[in-house]
């Protein structure tokens, strides 16, 4: 087996326990790896004296790969549109699936490699992305041989639209797919790639789009097929007022109560966004332990909301981030969304109405102080929260035994003069975000010293450019 030594780190960040306050912290420290697996934390005195690769990470943050719990990488090729820039997310949407509907099975792989060498070199291992649209014989196998090849673990969520505009739904009818069909590939996908193992770089999830845009019947029938399978389930979920208004309109229900009438709670399903999820439904979710994947510039964006994330936290939800889809968020930088959660929680905490004591003394949310969010906190979602939201033990902290993904990140750097030297891990988040100076996949290197080692990215960024301009084009 290969060793990897990452040597004499300024800090090694562990993030090995819920509670990410109480998560070790190692200064002077080194990590040995062999094979996939961490081997060994501790002082550089304490490592073998000798491995295949030796990384000097002196004046470097170490701390776990990053997590992204929710993506949509083929919207890499739509970033920036004119005509939806200023929208909100069903008229976003209506103007984008006409342009969607001209994806090709080449868009996919070269959009997926693209947005996962952006998600590598902001430190991010291990990615979700949610596909919903298969156009012109794209299949999500695409998506897959990408990610094998640039060396990113992936969960491969098999998306679905069944629904069309002349059945109340709000896609056309051209995109999408007979209920049938989505079952029957859905299966065959799973059969083909999930890996259940631990240290697995593939998995896959069912994952019907969202409650406009499937029937409950796919809905409950992808319920069941997931469970006879064991593989875990994800949709989008109460997304703003407009995705509540449908729920309700059309169901007579909140979207929490929706997704428990069809099964859509428990431990092995997490939902993206949740911005409208009441009080009511926050605690279905805590007793369910049901999952959200949080996409703060995706909503900001959008105009969706803020998601009520710490009630969400304190009633014990496991909540992970999502950098969400290219044109929605356009960028796919996780660190950086890291920083967003922390930013929008204390302003979320500052608009909250005022309020007064038993004395009547008026207190504004401001004076409950700015520790909604803490940087560690922000920075415990994007790790184990993330990895817990997955259903993975095996990512998302590091300890002897876990997998060997790991991002480093140079304090010495313009960004951090004047933040590192007093606190290294909170100037992660309140310094500006950096890009990852090494980031470790599976025991292997895919980024050093800045650069994606899997792939050339000048001409995988050329090629995806003038991809992007022929779809646009093809739409008009």
Request: with cysteine.
């Amino acid at each position: 087996m290969t060793t990897l030594l990452i040597k004499n780190a300024q800090l090694v960040a562990t993030f090995d326990h819920a509670d990410s306050s109480q998560a070790r912290e190692l200064r002077d420290a080194s990590v040995f790896v062999r094979g996939n697996l961490i081997e060994a934390i501790g002082p550089a005195f304490e490592m073998p004296e000798h491995a295949d690769d030796v990384i000097d990470a002196r004046g470097h943050l170490v701390m776990p790969g990053l997590v992204n719990t929710h993506h949509h990488m083929y919207q890499t090729l739509t970033r920036a549109i004119p005509d939806v820039q200023n929208a909100e997310l069903f008229g976003w949407l209506r103007g984008l699936y006409p342009i969607w509907a001209g994806l090709t099975p080449e868009m996919v792989r070269v959009s997926t490699q693209v947005a996962m060498a952006e998600l590598l070199l902001s430190g991010c291992t291990t990615s979700s992305d949610h596909l919903y649209i298969y156009p012109n014989g794209v299949r999500l196998d695409d998506s897959i041989e990408a990610a094998a090849q640039i060396g990113m673990r992936f969960t491969a969520t098999r998306g679905s639209m069944s629904v069309g505009r002349s059945q109340g739904g709000l896609p056309p009818d051209a995109v999408v797919e007979k209920e049938a069909f989505i079952l029957k590939d859905t299966q065959r996908l799973i059969e083909r790639w999930h890996d259940a193992a631990h240290g697995a770089m593939l998995q896959i999830a069912v994952a019907p789009c969202s409650p406009f845009s499937v029937s409950q019947d796919l809905m409950r029938e992808s319920a069941a097929l997931a469970r006879n399978l064991g593989v875990r389930l994800h949709t989008h979920l109460a997304e703003n007022d407009h995705d509540l208004a449908y729920s309700r309109e059309k169901f007579n229900c909140t979207p929490a109560q929706y997704a428990q009438d069809l099964g859509w709670l428990g431990r092995d399903v997490w939902h993206a966004h949740c911005v409208k999820l009441d009080d009511a439904g926050i605690s279905l979710f805590a007793a369910n332990r049901t999952g959200v994947a949080h996409c703060p510039c995706s909503n900001m964006r959008l105009a969706s909301g803020m998601a009520p994330i710490r009630s969400m936290l304190n009633a014990g939800v496991p909540v992970g981030l999502g950098v969400d889809g290219s044109a929605s968020n356009d960028a796919g930088h996780l660190l950086n969304e890291a920083r967003q959660a922390m930013l929008v929680a204390r302003v979320r905490r500052a608009m909250q109405p005022p309020t007064t004591d038993a004395t009547g003394r008026l207190f504004f949310g401001c004076d409950l102080g700015p520790a909604e969010m803490t940087p560690r906190d922000a920075l415990g979602m994007a790790t184990f929260g993330g990895a817990r939201v997955l259903g993975r033990t095996d990512i998302g902290h590091l300890a002897p035994g876990m997998c060997a993904d790991l991002a480093l990140f140079d304090l010495r750097t313009l960004a951090f003069a004047g933040g590192a030297v007093h606190d290294p891990l909170g100037a992660l988040l309140l310094c500006a975000s950096p890009q990852a100076a090494y980031t470790v996949v599976n025991g292997k290197v895919m980024v050093r010293q800045g650069r994606l080692a899997t792939v050339e990215l000048e001409p995988l960024v050329e090629r995806h450019n003038q991809l992007a301009v022929q779809l646009a084009e093809a739409a008009r």
